[in-house]
């Protein structure tokens, strides 16, 4: 069956870095855009950064824009978000999601647009 597993999450001081990793197993990685999300408590589930399945296109969330980087290695069928100057109120579990891309160019925003999603992975910036 499908499994996405995040890691790399943690305590960091504002303006620290992380750098997550999300290990995707039981489908053919390269065809499928990848995304990150993250949820706070008591709030709703945000995109975040999205992959197209070859890599060669991003985009990102204005409130990420500049400061993280989606990116992703189909041999290791891993997908990775480097995350840095980092605020408290980037303080949230970070999830990882998969979508069939039947077409290379094409990114997801939306949640409900992705199939798969992993257990998630909690980041916490301390101010």
């Known amino acids: 069956q499908v499994q996405l597993v995040e890691s790399g999450g943690g305590l960091v001081q504002a303006g620290g870095s992380l750098r997550l990793s999300c290990a995707a197993s039981?489908?053919?990685?390269?065809?499928?855009?990848m995304g990150w999300f993250r949820q706070a408590p008591g709030k709703e589930r945000e995109f975040v950064a999205a992959?197209?399945?070859?890599?060669?296109?991003?985009y990102y969330a204005n409130s990420v824009k500049g400061r993280f980087t989606i990116s992703r290695d189909n041999a290791k069928n891993t997908v990775y978000l480097q995350m840095n100057s980092l605020k408290p109120e980037d303080t949230a579990v970070y999830y990882c999601?998969?979508?069939?891309?039947?077409?290379?160019?094409?990114?997801?925003?939306?949640?409900?647009?992705?199939?798969?999603w992993g257990q998630g992975t909690q980041v916490t910036v301390s101010s």
């Open positions: 999601a998969a979508r069939f891309s039947r077409y290379g160019s094409t990114w997801y925003t939306r949640p409900t647009e992705y199939e798969y």
């Open positions: 039981g489908l053919t990685f390269s065809t499928y855009a």
């Open positions: 992959i197209t399945r070859s890599g060669g296109s991003t």
